[in-house]
C-alpha cells in the first residue's frame, strides 16, 4: 500500500493478520550477475511458494556498467514504463572494488543518476543496490595496480564499502548477497557457489542471490520454503538460513537510509511488555495488542492479564506499510515455576507457555529438540528474553555462541 497518510491506515489494520501475503512491482537493472541462472524467476518462484507476488521486468545486457545503463534505451524506458515499488540495480562485478578515488568518478555519479531517474519516475519507488560478490580468486587482471584486490576477501571488502556507500549516497538500501558468499566461502560450506570462471554462479549460488534478495525486498525468512530450484532438500535449506542470518542479523545497516519499513520488534518481560520497534526509517506506528488496547508509539509498554495474545506492529512512511504479527503471553495469576542455570533461566505459567532469559552475553542463536531428537524450534536470539508455547513434555535445548559452536546443552520439561 503506497501513499496512504498513517491516520487512514489506522481503522483498515485494526485486525492485521500474520504473515499477509505481499505483492511488490520489481525492476532488476544490471548485467549477466542477474540472467545467469535467470535470477528473477527464482526469485518469483521463492515468492509464490511463500505465498507472495513479484511482477518484475529485468534490464541485465552482458558486462554492462551503471554507465552504460544511464544511456541505455530499454534500461531508460522500461524505468519509466510503470510506478515500480522496488528497482534492484547492480554494477559490473569488478568496477566498486577499485581503488576509492577511482570509484568516486566511474561508478557513483552513474548510481545516483540512476536513481534520480527512478524517483523522477515515481518519489515513491525504493532504490536497492545489490552488494554483488567477490571473485573466488580475487581480480588477477587489475591485481598489480591495487594489491587490495589480489584476494576475495580483499575484493569483497571493498565492493561492501562501495555499496554501502552508493546507499548512503542516495538514500537508498542495500541488498547483502556478498555478504552471504562470504559466510559460505569463509566457512567452506559446500554447495560451492562459483562457475569455472571464479565470477559467476552457478545454480547454488543464484538460489542464495535470489534468497537474499527474497528477504530483503518482502522481509520474510525463507527458511523451510519448499522450492529448491532443483538442489537437494540439505543444501537449499543452508543456503535460506545463510541468506535469513545476513539479511535480517544486519537489517538496520542494510536499510537504514532509505524509506523502506520494517515492521519486526522485539519484547522483553513477561506479562508486562516494553515492546522495541527495529525500523529506523519508519514515520508512524501502530500498535495492537491483541487485547482490545493499541499505542502508536515506537517502543511501548504493555500489560495484559492471564492469558495468550497475538501482537501485531504496523509500521508506516509516506510510501509504504508493513505488519508483522507475534505472540505475548502473562503469567498473571498463574504460579510460576522457575530453571536457572548458570547461562539460561527457564519461567514457565503452565499450558505450555514458556519464557527464556539469557543470563550472560554472547549467545545469538538456541535450537530445540524432541525426545526423538527431532529439531522443533531454531531461535535467532536477538534479545536477553523470548518466549514460547509447547506441547506439553521433554525437550532438549542447546545454545550456540558464534564464532565456537555449542556451548551449552540442557533439559527443558514443559508442563
Known amino acids: ?123 515513491c519507488t525504493q532504490v536497492m543496490f545489490m552488494m554483488t560478490w567477490g571473485h573466488a580468486n580475487g581480480d588477477p587482471m587489475n591485481c598489480p595496480g591495487y594489491p587490495v584486490i589480489c584476494t576475495y576477501d580483499g575484493m569483497q571488502m571493498r565492493l561492501r564499502e562501495s555499496y554501502l556507500q552508493m546507499a548512503t549516497d542516495n538514500r537508498a538500501d542495500v541488498i547483502p548477497v556478498g555478504s552471504a558468499f562470504k559466510i559460505m566461502v569463509d566457512s567452506a560450506y559446500s554447495p560451492w557457489l562459483f562457475s569455472p570462471d571464479s565470477s559467476h554462479p552457478v545454480v547454488p549460488g543464484s538460489y542464495l542471490q535470489a534468497c537474499v534478495v527474497y528477504s530483503s525486498i518482502f522481509h520474510k525468512t525463507t527458511k523451510n520454503c519448499p522450492y529448491t530450484d532443483g538442489l537437494i532438500a540439505t543444501d537449499a535449506q543452508l543456503l535460506q538460513r545463510i541468506a535469513t542470518k545476513v539479511v535480517f542479523d544486519s537489517l ?38 491483541g487485547d482490545g488496547s493499541h499505542d502508536t508509539a515506537a517502543n511501548p509498554h504493555h500489560t495484559y492479564s492471564t492469558g495468550r495474545y497475538l501482537v501485531s506492529h504496523t509500521v508506516v512512511t509516506p510510501c509504504f506499510t508493513e505488519t508483522l504479527t507475534d505472540s505475548a503471553f502473562s503469567p498473571t495469576g498463574v504460579a510460576l515455576t522457575q530453571k536457572e542455570d548458570k547461562e539460561l533461566k527457564i519461567m514457565q505459567t503452565g499450558s505450555g507457555n514458556v519464557m527464556f532469559e ?58
Not at 257 to 286: C, D, I, M, Q, R
Not at 392 to 411: D, F, H, N, S
Request: net charge neutral; charged share 15%; aromatic share 12%.
Open 1 to 123: 500500500m503506497r501513499k496512504l497518510l498513517f491516520t487512514i491506515l489506522i481503522a483498515v489494520l485494526l485486525n492485521a493478520s500474520l504473515s499477509q501475503a505481499t505483492t511488490r512491482k520489481v525492476l532488476f537493472i544490471g548485467n549477466s550477475y542477474t540472467y545467469t541462472n535467470n535470477m528473477p524467476s527464482i526469485v518469483d518462484s521463492i515468492a509464490k511458494a511463500l505465498g507472495d507476488t513479484i511482477i518484475y521486468d529485468v534490464s541485465a545486457p552482458g558486462g554492462h556498467t551503471l554507465q552504460q545503463h544511464c544511456s541505455n534505451a530499454t534500461t531508460i524506458a522500461k524505468i519509466f514504463s510503470q510506478q515500480w515499488d522496488i528497482v534492484v540495480i547492480h554494477e559490473q562485478s569488478q568496477m566498486p572494488s577499485f581503488p576509492p578515488a577511482q570509484v568516486a568518478t566511474d561508478v557513483y555519479p552513474y548510481a545516483h543518476i540512476l536513481d534520480s531517474m527512478v524517483h523522477a519516475n515515481d518519489t
Open 358 to 415: 539469557l543470563l550472560t552475553n554472547g549467545y545469538n542463536k538456541m535450537d530445540v529438540y524432541d525426545c526423538r531428537g527431532v529439531k522443533i524450534r531454531e531461535y535467532n536470539v536477538q534479545s536477553r528474553s523470548f518466549s514460547d508455547s509447547f506441547i506439553p513434555g521433554m525437550y532438549i535445548y542447546r545454545l550456540y555462541r558464534e564464532p565456537g559452536g555449542e556451548a551449552v546443552v540442557g533439559k527443558l520439561g514443559v508442563w
Open 252 to 289: 538496520n545497516l542494510w536499510q537504514g537510509t532509505g524509506h523502506y519499513p520494517y515492521a519486526g520488534f522485539t519484547k522483553t518481560g513477561l506479562g508486562s511488555y516494553s515492546f522495541t520497534s527495529h525500523s529506523p526509517v519508519a514515520t508512524g506506528h501502530y500498535w495492537s495488542f
